[in-house]
């Protein structure tokens, strides 16, 4: 099973921009779709982003686009999150996750029961 450690995340002023990162180590993740979620403080672990494993096309939550951009270098099997114009609301810890099955192409990307390994999370939080 692939290992995952996300990084980047820190506390910024709203209207900063953060780089996440998610590697990967254990095997390559370059023929799995990737995803970040995030979970703020009293509330459930939500879909943010996702990338098919080819890197063809990307999937976002609507309120995050054009604001977030994720990313992918298989060749350093990692993952990124570039986020622009955080807002409060994006306050949270972020998590990375790989799908469980290479090569798969779902319907939708945002459902977290397809994704079968996760990282520990890295926390953003954002101040007014």
């Known amino acids: 099973q692939v290992q995952l450690v996300e990084s980047g995340g820190e506390l910024v002023q709203a209207g900063g921009s953060l780089r996440l990162s998610c590697t990967a180590s254990?095997?390559?993740?370059?023929?799995?779709?990737m995803g970040w979620f995030r979970q703020a403080p009293g509330k459930e672990r939500e879909f943010v982003a996702a990338?098919?494993?080819?890197?063809?096309?990307?999937y976002y939550k609507d309120s995050v686009k054009g604001r977030f951009t994720i990313s992918r270098d298989n060749a350093k099997n990692t993952v990124l999150l570039q986020i622009n114009s955080l807002k409060p609301e994006d306050t949270a810890v972020y998590y990375c996750?790989?799908?469980?099955?290479?090569?798969?192409?779902?319907?939708?990307?945002?459902?977290?029961?397809?994704?079968?390994?996760w990282g520990q999370g890295t926390q953003v939080t954002v101040s007014s």
């Open positions: 990338i098919k494993w080819s890197g063809s096309s990307t």
């Open positions: 254990g095997r390559t993740i370059s023929s799995y779709n």
């Open positions: 996750a790989a799908m469980t099955r290479p090569y798969y192409n779902p319907n939708m990307y945002s459902r977290a029961s397809d994704f079968g390994s």
